[in-house]
Structures are given as C-alpha cells and as structure tokens.
C-alpha cells in the first residue's frame, strides 16, 4: 500500500512546506520510492527542489498541478488533460519525484466551480501510478480550499506542522474537526499521522507554556523529536537544496529524527 501524506495546517509559515520537500527527501535518500506533489500556488517546495528556468520550461512543455486539477487554460493544443506521467519531474535532491505547481492554482476553486469531483482529482490522477511509489507527500497551501481538499480526499494520513506561539497553537483542535467533518462528507478514512512542532526557537511569548500546553493537549499526537528555528533550514530552501547538503549537522539530524518517527508512526521500515 502507497502511503500518501498530506502535509496541512490552516496557519501560513509554520514549516509546511520545509517539512514536506525534507522528509520527500529523507524519504528517498533511505531507498523509499518517493513522489513530492506541490499543492501550493506559492509553489515554494517546487522552488525549494528545483530552479526557475527549469521549472519554467517544464510548465511550458509537461504542464503542473494545475493541469492535473484542470484550472482554466490548461490543456495541451489538442485539447487533451494533461496526465500525471507528462507532469512529473524525476530524481531532484535526494532522489524524489515531484510535481511541480503554478500561480494558476490562486483561482482554480473557481476555474472548478460548478464541475463535478472537484475535490477528488487528485486521487484519480494518482490512481494509475501510486504501484510506482511507496509514498506520497502533498505540500498544502495555508487553508482548506480546493487544493488542500484533494490532498486530504487522496491522503490516508495527515500531518500538522505547528509553530509554538499562542494564534498558531489555537488552530490545531479547529483543524482536526475541519479534516474530520471533510473526510465524514466524503466517507474518507484518513489517519492523524501527527503534529510536528516546528521552527522552534522563534521568538514567541510564553513559547515554553505554548509548548507544553500543546503537548498537554495532544497527547502522544505531538512527535518527540521536534524542529529548532535555525538559519540553515531557510537557506536550503533558498538555494534549492535540502537540510542534508547543507552542513548543519544539527539541523540535519532533527530532520532526520523526524522523518524517522513519522515513518515509524505510519509503520513503514527503511
Ligand atoms: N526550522 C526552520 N528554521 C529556520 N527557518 C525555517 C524553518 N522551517 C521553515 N523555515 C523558513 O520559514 C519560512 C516559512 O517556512 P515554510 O515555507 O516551510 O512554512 P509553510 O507553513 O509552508 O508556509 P506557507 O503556509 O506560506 O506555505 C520559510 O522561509 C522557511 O525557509
Ligand atoms: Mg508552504
């Protein structure tokens, strides 16, 4: 069974998307076959992973997430959708597979309004291709809307990136109802795969009573291993590396130890 994570919170800036392209690349660097899909009309993990020029011409030529969740305006010159093989880009970083996204995605819940399986699009693009994988991680926008809806509709796990201050914190309860009356509407099983503090260190008032109130809260949910705000992880995005190449052993080894907790959670050995 191909594991599909979807990576979401409603909160912007909490580590999402360092989190996704980090472990994809964990993921691979351990032999895991592993596919990376950019959800976000941000398109910062696409960014994180690969270069502009690069991600320009592949637009151009092999189309995005968009076309896979059909915004307006793309299609090829037959007028034929784009499929998930012509979308993919191979082996970036550690060896992950990724989709890439596009700024078209802003409006596609209202390219969609009005078609039928909106939120399931996703899930049907994959279908044919997960035996090529053994797992999936979906970078999510900071909000529920169309994207984020076929990432969980797809997902059979979700993972909640949070950042130890007070308006992030309280986001948390308020999210999980959100994915579990979503996946009740749908007749969905998905699973919390767990909530992962990040950028930890942040400055933030009352940041150790946040932390232990969200542990209080939540349990054995929240991993152990958490991720500390260090000046490393938001260059690698920046230079289109991972945590792993950039020589910050610590920053290298929480990655590392939260990447191997998720996948212990999800009970998948590498
Ligand atoms: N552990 C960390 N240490 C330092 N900087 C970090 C860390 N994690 C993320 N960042 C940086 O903080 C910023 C926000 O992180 P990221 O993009 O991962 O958050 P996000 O939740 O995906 O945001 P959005 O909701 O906008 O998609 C980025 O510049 C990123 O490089
Ligand atoms: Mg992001």
């Known amino acids: 069974m191909t594991h599909i994570i979807a990576m979401v919170n409603l909160k912007g800036g909490v580590?999402?998307?360092?989190?996704?392209?980090?472990?994809?690349?964990?993921?691979?660097?351990?032999?895991?076959?592993?596919?990376?899909?950019?959800?976000?009309?941000?398109?910062?993990?696409t960014f994180s992973a690969m270069g502009v020029e690069e991600w320009d011409t592949h637009k151009d030529k092999n189309g995005t997430v968009a076309d896979l969740l059909g915004a307006r305006d793309h299609k090829s010159a037959d007028g034929q959708r784009k499929i998930l093989s012509d979308v993919v880009v191979k082996d970036l970083l550690g060896g992950f597979d990724l989709i890439p996204s596009h700024l078209d995605l802003f409006t596609v819940d209202l390219d969609l309004a009005g078609k039928p399986n909106r939120e399931g699009r996703l899930k049907k693009a994959l279908k044919e291709y997960l035996e090529n994988y053994d797992i999936v991680v979906c970078d999510c926008p900071p909000n529920l809307t169309i994207p984020?809806?076929?990432?969980?509709?797809?997902?059979?796990?979700?993972?909640?990136?949070?950042?130890?201050?007070?308006?992030?914190?309280?986001?948390?309860?308020?999210?999980?109802?959100?994915v579990a009356d979503f996946c009740d509407d749908l007749d969905h099983e998905i699973e919390l795969g767990g909530i992962v503090l990040s950028?930890?260190?942040?400055?933030?008032?009352?940041?150790?009573?946040?932390?232990?109130?969200?542990?209080?809260s939540f349990g054995t949910e929240v991993l152990d291993q958490q991720l500390t705000e260090r000046v490393r992880v938001a260059e690698a995005a920046e230079e289109a590396k991972s945590v792993h190449d950039m020589g910050d052993s610590s920053a290298r080894e929480e990655f590392d130890g939260v990447s191997a907790e998720l996948l212990a959670r999800f009970g998948i050995q590498v």
């Open 15 to 45: 580590g999402k998307t360092a989190l996704s392209v980090n472990f994809a690349d964990y993921c691979a660097r351990n032999g895991l076959k592993t596919l990376l899909v950019d959800l976000d009309p941000q398109t910062n993990a």
């Open 148 to 178: 984020t809806q076929n990432a969980i509709a797809a997902s059979t796990h979700y993972v909640v990136p949070v950042s130890p201050d007070f308006l992030s914190a309280i986001g948390i309860a308020l999210l999980k109802t959100r």
């Open 199 to 216: 950028r930890v260190g942040r400055p933030a008032r009352k940041r150790a009573e946040t932390i232990a109130s969200i542990r209080g």
